[in-house]
């Protein structure tokens, strides 16, 4: 890999000294006579005294619990791995331990409302719920459901859900009636909280032909619980007077219904099942991956106060739907107290600026977005830095897919030279991430910053060898509290050792293409089923989206190996601006811009221009059902698709069976 010594963001040693992290580096020091100076330091006593880190870190972030337990680990093997086997807690006790009238939710949609909620008032609206949700005879470990946009009423329906021991499960609105199916109905939920509308790019879509389908086809659900957001509750409740839904209740009626109880948390066992989250799907049904309190709890409060120093007089947003996982991530930081901004709607309406604005007006200070977002506001020429004061955004964070140096380079030239840009890696699998920001380290332009605490983070090679500064699969080999559960509807286990410890048996591989870098950085290349491999040489997608993204033409791309004569060939669609057209200049403009930089096995032989790419409803690109496609493959699953139109503008095409 090049030399990529120079750091585009350095902190200074005032701001090291002022951080959470370091203030737990000297912690841990105090506490063990170490002398652990500096985080490389820090890391590795965490990953070589695990059972030490993970306790110092429950006793530093005031986790609160019944008990603690003695131990710490017991049966370290993976899977099965049991971590804090005597505790007992509940998750929403610990993201409500704040009742004063510091403002914890602010709700902005697309058509501009704007509601808040105070940390008191916001204990008394899950109170109300959780008593509603009571009255309906939900108990520990039922189900309960979520078909929302990222509201304040989500938010109260997750923590009355999870204060009963009762498991929380969400998708958001625009999933169609097949991917709610193949999510909820493994699931069987017996109560599930809907929208009858939301906002998307200056449109109501109403969501209420789809609520009369799931309710005919997922029988578990005793109470449809409708939440106005597009309406009003008035207009709601004459839409549903008008044309009756079986077993449907105004949110307020629910609640009004119920009998007053004081708000009590139950405490279960630190595995206890507290999401049911679901993989993408894009190649069969989804899996219904199971998190359990404490290490969600755990991890989430060690990625927030000590990777990214979030504290209570900090605004967090992150633009995310409520069927990432970057949604429950978002939530989480209730437990330091801070102000979480929740968005419902597109990014760019009614213009690139409008997140903007809003980080402005609200005060946010930790803005959270994809890497797609990143590239597609540089795309469109916005540079916030010129139009807007930004004076407390002190950190941006990335995930979703690799961003690419140009993207570090644009937030630091375009949007805010003095802030720590933390692009984030991990997934649905683990609710969190495996390497993440620092703010005591440097950034470096196409790396995230570091390996996250406690996690015994590697790359290996072909042959099961750690290695440093090459690529290979990225592997957790220990085990960490925040592994899963396990899947649903697994009762032996099989899908869950099939999906992470088939390839080295006791050892997480989590499926990325990866490299650690000399100062402990981490470069991500993309997903090891999507790694293109001509010639025999493997080849991370993120190498060429890469390069692809610094022609002016190209809007977005997607980059595939098709087999061709005992090989396989490169192929890159291109989406280019509207009036540009993909002739043989443009195509060796691409090309020459992918050589100039990689090598030339990483030219593409075939560039082709497309109307549309497919993605997920999280807004990920989607190389193997498009490899798919243009093998003559079926796609299992269009359901787990926001575009599965797009799939065909991939079909038979003429120019994939030239030579």
């Not at 007006?361 to 930004?390: D, V």
Request: glycine fraction near 8%.
């Amino acid at each position: 890999m090049k030399d990529n010594s120079q750091p585009l963001w350095q902190p200074s040693a005032e701001a090291i000294a002022a951080t959470q992290m370091d203030e737990f580096r000297r912690r841990v020091n105090q506490q063990y006579q170490l002398d652990l100076n500096d985080y490389a330091a820090l890391y590795q006593w965490s990953v070589d005294n695990r059972e030490a880190f993970w306790r110092e870190l429950w006793d530093y972030t005031g986790v609160i619990a019944a008990d603690k337990g003695d131990e710490t680990l017991s049966n370290d093997s993976m899977p099965g791995t049991q971590w804090f086997p005597q505790a007992r807690l509940n998750f929403a006790e610990n993201l409500l331990r704040y009742r004063d009238d510091k403002a914890a939710l602010v709700e902005r949609l697309e058509n501009g409302s704007r509601r808040e909620l105070s940390y008191k008032e916001l204990y008394d609206r899950v109170e109300r719920l959780s008593a509603a949700l009571v009255a309906q005879g939900v108990v520990e470990g039922d189900r309960v459901a979520g078909f929302m946009p990222n509201v304040i009423d989500t938010v109260v329906a997750m923590l009355a859900t999870t204060s009963l021991g009762a498991i929380w499960t969400s998708c958001s609105p625009d999933f169609g009636i097949n991917g709610v199916f193949d999510r909820f109905g493994q699931v069987q939920p017996k109560v599930l909280f809907a929208c009858e509308g939301y906002f998307y790019n200056g449109k109501v879509i109403d969501s209420l032909p789809r609520l009369r389908e799931i309710m005919q086809r997922i029988e578990s659900i005793e109470t449809l619980v409708v939440v106005p957001v597009a309406r009003s509750e008035e207009e709601t409740a004459q839409v549903l007077a008008a044309e009756p839904l079986g077993k449907a209740v105004l949110l307020q009626a629910f609640e009004a219904a119920a009998p007053a109880q004081e708000l009590s948390f139950v405490q279960t066992e630190f595995n206890h099942p507290l999401y049911i989250m679901y993989s993408s799907g894009t190649t069969g049904v989804p899996k219904c991956i199971v998190h359990g309190v404490g290490g969600t709890l755990l991890q989430h409060l060690k990625e927030h106060r000590l990777h990214g120093d979030l504290r209570r007089e900090d605004t967090l947003f992150y633009f995310t739907t409520c069927g990432w996982m970057m949604w429950n991530w978002l939530v989480s930081g209730l437990a330091c107290g801070a102000t979480l901004v929740l968005f419902d709607g597109s990014p760019f309406y009614p213009s690139s600026q409008s997140l903007w604005d809003m980080t402005d007006e609200e005060g946010i200070s930790l803005f959270g977005t994809s890497a797609k977002y990143i590239a597609a506001l540089e795309k469109s020429g916005c540079k916030p830095r010129e139009t807007h004061k930004l004076e407390k955004l002190r950190a941006v964070l990335s995930t979703g897919s690799p961003l690419a140096h140009e993207g570090f380079r644009y937030v630091y030239r375009d949007i805010k030279a003095d802030l720590c840009l933390s692009s984030i890696s991990g997934g649905t699998d683990i609710v969190s991430c495996f390497a993440l920001g620092n703010p005591t380290l440097p950034v470096y332009a196409g790396e995230l910053q570091c390996r996250g605490l406690g996690m015994a983070v590697e790359v290996w090679n072909d042959t099961g060898s750690a290695v440093v500064e090459e690529k290979g699969e990225l592997v957790c080999s220990k085990s960490f509290p925040c592994m899963p559960i396990g899947f649903w509807n697994d009762p032996d286990g099989a899908k869950y050792r099939g999906a992470y410890f088939e390839n080295w048996p006791g050892v997480w591989a989590h499926g990325d293409y990866a490299e650690i870098t000399a100062h402990g950085g981490v470069v991500i290349y993309g997903r090891s089923d999507a790694v293109l491999n001509p010639g025999g040489v493997r080849i991370g997608t993120a190498e060429i989206y890469r390069q692809v993204e610094k022609v002016e033409e190209v809007l977005d791309s997607i980059c595939i190996g098709q087999p061709w004569h005992d090989d396989v060939r490169v192929v890159l669609f291109v989406v280019l601006r509207e009036g540009v057209v993909l002739d043989e200049d443009l195509t060796q403009k691409i090309r020459s811009t992918i050589r100039a930089n990689t090598t030339p096995r990483h030219v593409p032989a075939k560039v082709i221009q497309v109307a549309d790419i497919p993605k997920t409803i999280s807004g990920k690109i989607v190389e193997l059902a498009v490899r798919n496609v243009v093998e003559g493959k079926p796609v299992k699953n269009k359901e787990a698709l926001a575009n599965p139109e797009a799939l065909s503008l991939f079909e038979k095409l003429p120019e994939l069976a030239e030579e």
